[in-house]
């Protein structure tokens, strides 16, 4: 099991699903041991009510979740070069983060969760894809980090 770093930075496509949740479960799960943001390559969705509906189910609230860019985050003064980890969530995000960072020494990782949009045709069906990528990002946060 890792060190719990000091800071990272989950990020995916929007900003919309996979990343704040990520965001809001490791909060969850450390508090204020680690600083923790998200952010998506782009920023054209709201934050997913699905996703607003299994976190509230563990507890993690997102209804307030605003989403935003890479370019966003730096542009309101917060430096990717700040945080010691950026966890991916998507191969977009991956490869986005690896062209932001090839000049700072810092860990990013590739953490291949389940993207639970467009998953089921009813309401049942849908929650519960996004509840395997809720629990998905629990599992590799308690196995990367302990809880």
Known sequence: MAALPQSVLFCCDHNAVRSPMAEGVMKQLFGSETYVQSVGVVNDLEIDGFAIAVCSEIGVELSRHRSRSFEEMEENGEALSGFDVIVTLSPASQRRALELTRYYH????YWPIMDPTGIG???????????????????????????
């Open 121 to 147: 045709e009813t309401r049942e069906q849908k929650l519960n894809a996004y509840r395997q990528t809720r629990d998905q990002l629990m599992d590799k946060l308690k196995e990367k980090w302990g809880a």
């Open 106 to 109: 810092l860990t990013v990782e």
